[in-house]
Each structure stands twice: as structure tokens, then as C-alpha cells.
């Protein structure tokens, strides 16, 4: 789920699954790591892992959810366009002067 949303294309990602999904899973894993699996250190252990998986994916939510908005119309998919290309031309303004 989170690989396909990450590297699917943004207008194929449902924002309200995917926050439900995400949201859910995490809680689940946390019950899952307090609960059945506290005294099974193997099963512990995985579930931890994929635990900071979700985690770092949480704060991701936000941006996908605002991108995927109904009401965004061209004229700001032309405005997000133009502050990516003023933040990289930075980056590779920045990047130069190092050089």
C-alpha cells in the first residue's frame, strides 16, 4: 500500500483509504506490539519494524491528502509547479556555489 502510493502515480491514490489504511495499520501493529506479541521477542521485533515503516510514513499524509484535494484546479497545479521549479533551481544554485 504505502509503496504503490509512493511510487504509483498521485491521481490513482484514494486519500481518505489511504489515511484510514495507514492509520489503521499503525494502530493495529501498536496493539499487536502491547499486546500478543510483548512477550514473543521474534514476533516483537517484526512487528516494531514494520511499525517505523508506517511511522515515517505518517507525516507524509498531510501533502498527499492536499495534493489529491478535488478542488484543486489547473491554475494551482500551475502554482505548485512553479514553486518546484523555484525551489530546485535553488538547489542547483546552491549546489553550484559549493563547486
Same mark, same amino acid.
Given at each position: 500500500? @504505502?509503496? #504503490?502510493?509512493?511510487? *504509483?502515480?498521485?491521481?490513482?491514490?484514494?486519500?481518505?483509504?489511504?489515511?484510514?489504511?495507514?492509520?489503521?495499520?499503525?494502530?493495529?501493529?501498536?496493539?499487536?506490539?502491547? *499486546? !500478543?506479541?510483548?512477550?514473543? !521477542?521474534?514476533?516483537?521485533?517484526?512487528? #516494531?519494524?514494520?511499525?517505523?515503516?508506517?511511522?515515517?510514513? &505518517? !507525516?507524509?499524509?498531510?501533502?498527499?491528502?492536499?495534493? %489529491?484535494? !478535488?478542488?484543486?484546479? &489547473?491554475?494551482?497545479?500551475? #502554482?505548485?509547479?512553479?514553486?518546484? %521549479? %523555484?525551489?530546485?533551481?535553488? @538547489?542547483?544554485?546552491? #549546489?553550484? %556555489?559549493?563547486?
Amino acid at each position: 500500500m @504505502i509503496t #504503490q502510493c509512493m511510487e *504509483g502515480p498521485l491521481n490513482s491514490v484514494n486519500r481518505e483509504q489511504l489515511t484510514d489504511d495507514v492509520l489503521n495499520s499503525w494502530n493495529e501493529l501498536n496493539k499487536l506490539e502491547k *499486546g !500478543p506479541f510483548k512477550t514473543v !521477542p521474534h514476533m516483537k521485533h517484526v512487528t #516494531q519494524k514494520v511499525k517505523k515503516i508506517y511511522e515515517s510514513f &505518517k !507525516p507524509k499524509l498531510p501533502i498527499i491528502n492536499d495534493l %489529491r484535494n !478535488p478542488c484543486l484546479v &489547473k491554475r494551482h497545479w500551475f #502554482q505548485i509547479n512553479a514553486l518546484i %521549479r %523555484r525551489y530546485n533551481n535553488e @538547489i542547483i544554485a546552491e #549546489q553550484e %556555489r559549493k563547486e
